[in-house]
Each structure stands twice: as C-alpha cells, then as structure tokens.
C-alpha cells in the first residue's frame, strides 16, 4: 500500500514537471511567433477536467492569459497544459487531446514504440491533428525513416504550418534527395517550403534550384517555368537570375508563348549583353520570329549571328534559318480556305490550290499573292457541301476537280458552265489523281480508273480488276504518256495500259527491290519517275525509267528512317538539266550531299542500281536478240527537287550535286508535305499547316 502510494505520487509529480516544461517552451515558441502570426489559439486543459478554448494574448514563466468569451483570462502555469493552433477545427477533443498526452508521457518515459501508438490512436479520433502528426513525424524521422516522417511533415505542413517550424526537415530531406540524384524527391521537399514557408529566408535560393530541377533534369516545363518567372521578379539580385531569365525565354518558344519569348529574350539580351547564352537567346528569337512569320526580323537576328560569332556550329545554326527566311509561307490568313492543303496545281501564273474545305485560285504574278475568289465561289458551290478536294487537273480550255466522296466537278473556262459528276450519278466517290492530254481525261479512283474519251457522246469506260487485266482497284495516282497510261495503287502496284492495243499490265523492274513500295509517279524531260520507300532498310529514294519502262535505275536518298510517314512522304519534280557539262573532276566532288551533317534523314550514300534486263510490264511479251548488241542508251541528265517532311533540295542527275538545301520548317505545328509543284522559278509545297513556297533561282 505504502508502494503504491509512493508511485502515484511520484508519476502526478511526472505530469505537473512535464506539462511546466511544455508550457514553457510553447510560451517561448509563440512569443518568437507573435510578431508573424497575428492571431493564436490555444486549448486549455486544466487538472480537474475543465477545458477552455481561446485566443492566445501572451504569457511568463509563471501565468498566461487568454480571451475567452470577450474576457480576458490569466491563469496560472502549474495545473494545466496547453495546446496552440491556427485553426480551431484542429482543436482536439478530450479523447484525442488524453491520447496525446499520454503519448507525450511515454516518450518522457523513453518508450517512443508505446508512444507512437498513442499518437497513432489520436490521429484515429482526430485526423486532422498537426500535434500529433508533428510527434509521428519526429519519431519516423529518429528511426531514419525518411518517407514516413516526410508524410507526416506534410500533414502537418497542410493542416497548420504557421505553428511548427519544418523547413529545416524538409530542407535536409530535399538536400539529402539531391545529392543522390533523387530530383523527384529534392523538388518534392522545396516545394514544401515553397509553398508554406513562403517567407523563410530559404526561399529565394529553393525558387531558383526548384525551377532548375523541374526544367532541366525533370523536363517538366509547366511546373518550372511560372516557379521560374516569379523567382526572377522577387528576387532578381541573386547569382542564378541570369541562367533562369534565359530559361524562361526558352521555355516560352518551346511552349508556344512566342510573343512572351521574344518579349523576355529581348530584356535578358538587355541586361546580360556578354552572357554565355547570348547566341543561343539570339538563335531562339530568330526562330520565333520565322514562327510568327516575321521573316525580315528572322533574317535580322540570324545575319547578326552569323557575323559575330566565330562558333561554327553557331555559325551554321544561324545560316540555316537564314536559310529558311527565304521561305513564305500562306495559311487561311492569307486567302486559304483552310491551312491542309491537298492539292496544288500551276496554271500560267496562277496556282490552284485544293483543301479539305474547297479550292482556291491565286494569282502569283509580280511576286504578289491575290486570291481569285468568283470562279472559286462558283466551283465550291457545285455541290451540297463544300467538296474535300483531292485532285486538280487544268489547262486552257478547262478545269477538272476530284474530290473525296462527291465525285469529280468540271470547269469549262470558255463557257463558264460547271457540271458535278455525283456518285449518285454512278461516278466514284473518291477521285484521287486527275490527268488529262488532248485527246483522254483519266480518273484514279479507289474502285478503278476512268478514261473520258473527248468528242465522244459514249459515257466513260470504267477499268477494275473484275472487267480487266488492272493489277489493283485502290488506285492513288498515275500518269499519261503518249503511248501509255501508268498508274500506282494504294500498296505500291504498277500497272501501265497500252493506249494502242488498249490492254493493261503489271509493271515490273529488277531495279525495283523485293520491299519497296511505289509511292509516286511523275514524268520529266522524256523520264518516268517514281518515288518509294522500304520500311525494312528504313530508306526511301526514286526510281527513273525512260517512257517505255525501259533502262530503269533506282536511287537511295535516305537511310536510317524509322518514322514510316517520313519514309513515304516523298516528292519529286524534275527538268532536263541544261546546264553546260563540267569536268569530271568537279564532278566527284560535288558527289555528297552538302546537307549530310545536319540531319538524320540524309543520302549518304547515294546508290544507283540499275536495271540489267527487259522492264516486264509485258508478261508475255517475247524480245527478239539482236544480232549486234545496241549501244547504252545515254542518260538523260535532270534537274529535280526533292521535298520530304524534314528536307528541300535540288539534285543534278549529271554531276551528283545536291544545291540549295533548305528545310521549310516554317510552318506552326510538325511539318508534313503533302504535295510539290515547281513553276515560275520557285517551289510551292502543300503542307498540312499551309502552303510554302520559295525561290529556286
């Protein structure tokens, strides 16, 4: 009995030395807080049960007041523990407040296990308990810890940071996260800080490193970039200012907030004129103003470029837009029903232009752009509804259209008169190429082709697989020649129609490799020219082939091309090469391509592999031997352009030379070519984000 009284004693004796230390050191912690925090609440609970809640007005070593019900109250020290929050909804209840105290008594004890379920049982009857959170987070940390007491911290940090100070946890977590790579987790501790320390000495310095971390080692722009922007405008004096004023400028063009990024580019040039990043600044305008379609301002920055740095690879850098500021580009700004462009064909001076929502007309002339609007308006109209133009065929007396799903239109430009060709009528639906000559229009439609027979009454003959030798019915495109009629379907098959016997034929090569698939044909200066591409090799190139079929040769262009819709977006255009022959020793110098350093997509090595036999468009066709073999039929040299979503050059057939390689990467969004015509000195090349043109003189 004596024990047992001794004991209890001694444990009430405990209580009252343990709850004095408590008050005196939250009594110390909230006078240093009282100047920053301008209002404290407090819990009083008292030895005999009673509980007060009120606003916290100051205290000794020996009494402490507080406002309670409009009165102030002083009470005495000894016989009461407090409790301080910010927010009165965290004030805990008698059941959670006697498991937290009786935790506080246990780690007094040094039995921190015990005592952590206590904490754990008053955070189970109170979730929202920073006091009992912060003493979790304590005990996690002590065991190293480190996610647990991070959580913990976290809790409390959201629930009421004003009355516990964790920077110097989270600031150890986030170095300790750091200094192992972790930047997730470094940046994930400042922006704690960040966030609910906002005025902590630490802070300017967290802004920067933080915005740093999340741009450059995290690559999350939208994180960074507004950390970024408010660390430069609180805190501009510090020694990282410069990195991240040019940071902020970068990201801006990269996100697409270009009239932002010329904005900062320009004021960080103004105020670092001797920065490392100074070139790199001036670059980036350059390419935001080419974006924007400022192209003198483009030039501008890229010639000053250019004629000040002694970087070669700056150098270069600047020489290739200098490059591109040789580009225009028009989009639905300019005139153009809508920016994809599908089609486009020369007419004289003028250009027809064929989009997904109608056809247009521009006269070019004088090196202006004026849209051509009442013949337009009259062909757009032919219609129910604006037609998806696909196809454009044009010469003096007439204009035809073909469209996707309402057949083709017909233009007569000497009576003005417009007729559709409906499927309702029975005309296909999709009409994909048009070609036409003097005597015979033809349709490349997804179920056939089609021939017009001029001057005849008789409707037009229908050629598909079930009612003819046509190797394939998804036709996308062909051309005529005065003896044939060659075509390419939809998986790369080649068929050709004798326009005299009026028979078709499979076309074959061995020039053309098990793997290609034919893309595109098109005709230059008595050439047939065909585009390919072979996903296995991961190349693309042309092939060329006098009219008949005949001597055909095969070219890689590019190699190491993963993107399939690279590979097949290739387009060719060429002329007879008139230019005078060189020496032979010029000629092997010219060889490779100038361009073969600044892309990946580029023809290293230019193969041609020529065709040892009979073209087999013939399957049964028997040639005869010559008694005395015939001489090599000498090639016909051409000049062609080439475009493809990553390049534009010209190739001279004759002397190897690749000249004038641009990358027209002007246009908003990714570039996708879609269709090339050269006329009147310059290139214009469909895209799907409008129609580009410059000058190949």
């Given at each position: 009995?004596?024990?047992q009284?001794f004991?209890?004693k001694?444990?009430?004796?405990k ?6 230390f408590?008050?005196?050191?939250s009594v110390?912690?909230?006078?240093c ?5 301008s209002q404290?609440y407090v819990?009083v609970d008292?030895?005999?049960?009673d ?12 009494h402490f007041?507080i406002?309670y019900n409009?009165?102030?109250?002083r ?6 523990s407090?409790d301080?929050?910010?927010d009165?909804t965290h004030?805990?209840?008698r ?6 105290r009786n935790g506080r008594?246990?780690l007094e004890?040094g039995?921190?296990?015990e005592?952590?379920?206590r904490?754990e049982?008053?955070?189970?009857e109170?979730p929202k308990?920073?006091a009992?959170?912060y003493?979790?987070g304590?005990?996690h940390k002590a ?8 959580e ?5 940090a959201i ?6 100070d964790?920077?110097?946890f ?8 750091l200094a ?5 987790e ?8 960040l966030?609910?320390?906002?005025e902590h000495?630490s802070?300017?310095e967290?802004?920067?490193?933080t915005?740093?971390?999340?741009v450059?080692?995290?690559a999350d722009?939208a994180?960074?970039l507004p950390i970024?922007?408010s660390?430069?405008a609180?805190y ?6 410069e990195k991240?004023?040019f ?8 996100t697409?907030?270009l009239?932002d990024a010329l904005h900062?580019l320009?004021?960080?040039l103004?105020r670092y ?8 600044a ?8 080419l974006k924007?379609?400022?192209?003198s301002?483009?030039a501008s920055?890229?010639s000053l470029?250019y004629?000040?740095?002694i970087d070669?690879?700056v150098?270069e850098?600047?020489?290739q837009?200098?490059?591109r ?9 300019d ?7 599908q089609?486009?064909?020369?007419d004289?001076?003028?250009l027809?232009?064929?989009t ?6 521009f006269e070019?002339?004088?090196?202006k752009?004026i849209p051509?609007?009442?013949i337009?308006?009259?062909i757009?109209?032919a219609?129910?509804?604006v037609?998806?133009v696909r196809?454009i065929?044009?010469?003096?007396q ?10 083709a ?8 008169e ?5 499927p309702?009528d029975?005309f296909?639906?999709?009409?994909r ?5 003097e ?16 001057e005849?009454?008789?409707p037009p003959l ?7 030798q046509l190797?394939a ?11 044939r009629?060659w075509?390419?379907s939809?998986?790369g ?6 326009r ?5 034929y499979?076309?074959?090569s061995?020039?053309?490799?098990e ?6 044909i098109?005709?230059?200066a008595?050439?047939l020219?065909?585009t390919?591409?072979?996903?296995d090799?991961?190349?693309n190139?042309?092939?060329r082939a006098d009219?008949?079929g005949?001597n055909?040769?095969?070219t890689t262009?590019?190699t190491?091309v993963?993107d ?5 977006n290739?387009?060719?255009r060429?002329?007879?090469d008139?230019?005078?022959?060189v020496?032979e020793?010029?000629?092997?110098e010219?060889v490779?391509a100038p ?5 990946d997509?580029?023809p290293e090595?230019i193969?041609?592999?020529e065709?040892?036999?009979?073209s087999e ?6 040639v005869e031997?010559?008694?005395?073999p015939?001489p ?5 040299p051409?000049?062609?352009w ?6 534009f050059?010209t190739h001279?057939t ?5 000249q004038d390689?641009?990358?027209?990467q002007?246009v ?5 070519i ?6 009147n000195?310059?290139?214009?090349i469909?895209?799907?984000?409008g129609l580009?043109t410059?000058?190949v003189?």
């Open positions: 009995m004596l024990h009284t004991r209890k001694t444990q009430t004796k209580q009252k030395t343990y709850r004095l408590v008050l005196i050191i110390a912690l909230f006078i807080q009282s100047s920053v925090y404290q819990v008292g030895e005999n049960g509980r007060l809640t009120g606003i916290w007005r100051g205290g000794t070593e020996t007041e406002e409009g009165q102030v109250l009470l005495p020290v000894t016989g009461y407090l301080f929050t910010s009165t004030v805990p209840d059941t959670a407040a006697k498991y937290f008594m246990l004890l039995l921190p296990e005592a952590k379920g904490f049982a008053a955070i189970e109170l308990y920073p009992a959170h003493q979790l304590l005990l065991a190293d810890d480190t996610a647990s007491a991070l913990r911290f976290r809790s409390v629930l009421d940071a004003a009355n516990y964790l920077v110097p989270f600031q150890e977590f986030g170095d300790t996260a192992n790579d972790a930047y997730a470094a940046v994930d501790n400042y922006q704690l800080i966030t609910h320390y906002p000495p802070v300017p967290l802004s920067y490193i915005g740093f971390l999340l450059e080692q995290l722009a994180a960074g970024l922007e660390a430069i609180a501009p004096d510090r020694s990282k200012h991240a004023f940071l902020i400028g970068k990201l801006q063009a990269e697409g907030r009239e900062t320009q004021g960080f103004v004129p001797i920065s490392e990043w100074v070139y790199e001036r670059l980036i305008r350059a390419e935001v103003n924007l379609g400022q192209i301002a483009a920055e890229a470029i004629e000040s740095s070669e690879t150098k850098r600047a020489k837009i200098l490059d500021t040789r580009w225009t580009v028009y989009t639905d700004a005139g153009l029903p809508a920016n994809q462009i089609a486009i064909v020369n004289e001076t003028k027809w232009i064929g997904a929502e109608g056809i247009m007309l070019t002339a004088y090196d752009w051509i609007e009442d337009p308006q009259l757009n109209s219609v129910e509804t037609p998806d196809a065929a044009v010469n003096a007439e204009v035809w259209i073909g469209t996707r799903s309402q057949g239109i017909h233009y007569n430009r000497l009576t003005g417009i007729q559709a060709y409906s309702i029975g296909p639906a999709w009409v190429d048009i070609k036409m000559d005597t015979e229009i033809w349709f490349a439609t997804g179920i056939g082709a089609i021939r017009r027979i001029r005849s009454l008789d229908v050629y598909n697989v079930p009612n003819s190797p019915d998804d036709l996308e495109t062909l051309v005529l020649t005065p003896e009629v075509c390419v939809e998986d098959v080649i068929g050709t129609f004798d005299e016997i009026e028979e078709w499979t076309y074959h061995t020039a053309i490799r793997g290609m698939t034919i893309v595109g098109e005709t230059a008595e050439q020219l065909f390919w591409f072979n996903v090799e991961k190349s190139g042309y092939f009219l008949d005949r055909g040769k095969s262009l590019h190491g993963d399939e819709n690279k590979l097949k290739i387009y060719i060429g002329t007879l008139t230019s005078p022959v020496e020793a010029a000629i092997e010219a490779e361009f073969a350093e600044e892309t997509i580029v090595e193969v041609e592999i065709d040892p036999s009979e468009f013939f399957p049964e066709m028997i031997e010559e008694t005395q015939l090599p039929t000498p090639e016909v051409l000049v062609l080439i475009a493809t979503n990553d390049l050059y001279h004759r002397s190897g030379a690749w390689t641009t990358t027209p002007i908003s969004g990714e570039l996708t879609q269709s090339l015509v050269v006329a000195n310059r290139a214009w469909a895209t799907a984000n580009a410059v000058s003189q």
